[in-house]
């Protein structure tokens, strides 16, 4: 689907729309977009009725269900603020804010995957260029493409899923991981499957295409993606980090994952993906981030369908090497494009991380973008709260393109 193409909204959206610009025709005022000026991101005028009363009580049920400490939602229609609203805290005392920001996790490889179509827009690199001419020190680096780390079908094992690296990071929290680090334990692993046969998320992956495009370009990689993506979005909040500190205000989680309630704001998230690209954002950004990068705007028709590059469905099938438990089969409604998840008619992505989790999600046909972002409770059950609530959103908004599940 063209970028510019404009099909018709279903009734629902565009009931969201109207009622929006009536706002905005009484005075409303507009929070942080990707147009004009940067103003910060502020909650909506409390609504009384309509779509965005749907989505504060569907907001407001969902933290009550799952125990969860905080819940920052924005849902916008062609650029559009629905609603933007905070629930819950951020620590005793300290009331959940939309200008809070979180850890932006996985979002960061949908940057990275529309910053490598854009080298290929202009030219610089091709899809199937072999990554051995940037990363020599790669075993089979010449067997391995640069489409192939940013569509995760290398057959590199995720070091995220070994033993002894959950043991390590679970034993220091704080630690500093280095890029050489976490990929020479995937490296050190057999592969999975040879490479571009199968698919499997591996964090290493990303890693090595955040490695590659600094390598192409002569660029770091922060600097990169902030010339490429975040500053071509006017994403003003959203930026890398090489250490584990947050800009203020800042969202804080907490988890139980080491046996005891206790806060993990600060854990260090080196480990995540490429150095340049451990990043913090706010509801404002992501919600922008869905949409700009959802809807290719960055990107030329062609790049714009690679992003979406259905190679990956069918894909996933377990073998003797990747257990099923790994290699979970993308279908035709779910597979995975470059960097980003093709959720059935929705472009995604869901970031987990500590107590954090957040939800990017477009419907293209609809000009539809919803994020949102959830700390836990004490008593939050395991699962992706944030990409429950956004399913929720979407039976409210658009009830004929569900967002699937995905593994």
């Known amino acids: 689907m063209s970028p510019t193409h404009r099909p018709s909204r279903s009734r629902l959206a565009a009931t969201a729309v109207t009622a929006l610009l009536t706002l905005l025709a009484l005075g409303t005022p507009a929070t942080a977009g990707g147009n004009g000026h940067h103003r910060p991101c502020t909650r909506s005028q409390s609504p009384d009725h309509g779509p965005a009363r749907d989505i504060v009580r569907i907001a407001e049920r969902a933290k009550a269900e799952m125990d969860l400490k905080s819940v920052i939602v924005r849902v916008t229609v062609d650029g559009h603020d629905v609603v933007t609203t905070a629930l819950g805290r951020s620590m005793t005392g300290v009331p959940a804010d939309p200008a809070m920001h979180f850890r932006n996790g996985?979002?960061?490889?949908?940057?990275?995957?529309?910053?490598?179509?854009?080298?290929?827009?202009?030219?610089?690199?091709?899809?199937?260029?072999?990554?051995?001419?940037?990363?020599?020190?790669?075993?089979?680096?010449?067997?391995?493409?640069?489409?192939?780390?940013?569509?995760?079908?290398?057959?590199?094992?995720?070091?995220?899923?070994?033993?002894?690296?959950?043991?390590?990071?679970?034993?220091?929290?704080?630690?500093?991981?280095?890029?050489?680090?976490?990929?020479?334990?995937?490296?050190?692993?057999?592969?999975?499957?040879?490479?571009?046969?199968?698919?499997?998320?591996?964090?290493?992956?990303?890693?090595?295409?955040?490695?590659?495009?600094?390598?192409?370009?002569?660029?770091?990689?922060?600097?990169?993606?902030?010339?490429?993506?975040?500053?071509?979005?006017?994403?003003?909040?959203?930026?890398?980090s090489f250490t584990p500190d947050i800009p203020t205000p800042v969202l804080h989680a907490f988890t139980d994952d080491r046996g005891t309630y206790e806060e993990s704001t600060f854990w260090n998230p080196s480990w995540t993906t490429a150095p340049g690209a451990v990043q913090t954002t706010d509801?404002?950004?992501?919600?922008?981030?869905?949409?700009?990068?959802?809807?290719?705007?960055?990107?030329?028709?062609?790049?714009?369908?690679?992003?979406?590059?259905?190679?990956?469905?069918?894909?996933?099938?377990?073998?003797?090497?990747?257990?099923?438990?790994?290699?979970?089969?993308?279908?035709?409604?779910?597979?995975?494009?470059?960097?980003?998840?093709?959720?059935?008619?929705?472009?995604?992505?869901?970031?987990?991380?500590?107590?954090?989790?957040a939800s990017m999600d477009y419907l293209p046909s609809e000009r539809l973008a919803i994020a949102v972002s959830t700390t836990q409770g004490r008593k939050a059950a395991d699962g992706h709260s944030a990409h429950t609530i956004a399913q929720r959103i979407t039976a409210a908004l658009a009830p004929d393109h569900p967002i699937p599940d995905f593994g």
Request: with cysteine; charged share 15%.
């Open 283 to 357: 509801i404002c950004d992501l919600a922008r981030s869905a949409a700009a990068i959802g809807a290719g705007e960055l990107l030329s028709r062609a790049s714009y369908k690679e992003l979406l590059n259905p190679g990956t469905v069918g894909l996933g099938h377990a073998t003797r090497t990747c257990p099923a438990t790994v290699c979970i089969a993308n279908t035709a409604a779910t597979h995975y494009g470059m960097g980003v998840l093709v959720l059935g008619d929705w472009i995604s992505q869901h970031p987990l991380f500590f107590g954090y989790s």
């Open 106 to 240: 996985n979002i960061a490889i949908s940057y990275l995957g529309t910053a490598l179509l854009r080298l290929v827009d202009q030219g610089v690199v091709g899809l199937d260029d072999p990554v051995k001419r940037w990363l020599p020190d790669l075993s089979h680096g010449e067997k391995i493409t640069l489409r192939m780390l940013a569509a995760s079908t290398t057959g590199l094992v995720d070091y995220v899923r070994l033993p002894a690296f959950q043991k390590a990071v679970v034993a220091d929290p704080f630690r500093q991981w280095t890029a050489k680090e976490v990929v020479a334990l995937s490296t050190s692993e057999p592969r999975w499957y040879e490479p571009g046969t199968n698919w499997s998320y591996s964090h290493a992956n990303f890693v090595l295409l955040g490695a590659a495009l600094e390598k192409i370009t002569g660029t770091r990689l922060d600097v990169l993606l902030q010339r490429e993506v975040m500053g071509p979005l006017n994403l003003h909040e959203t930026r890398n």
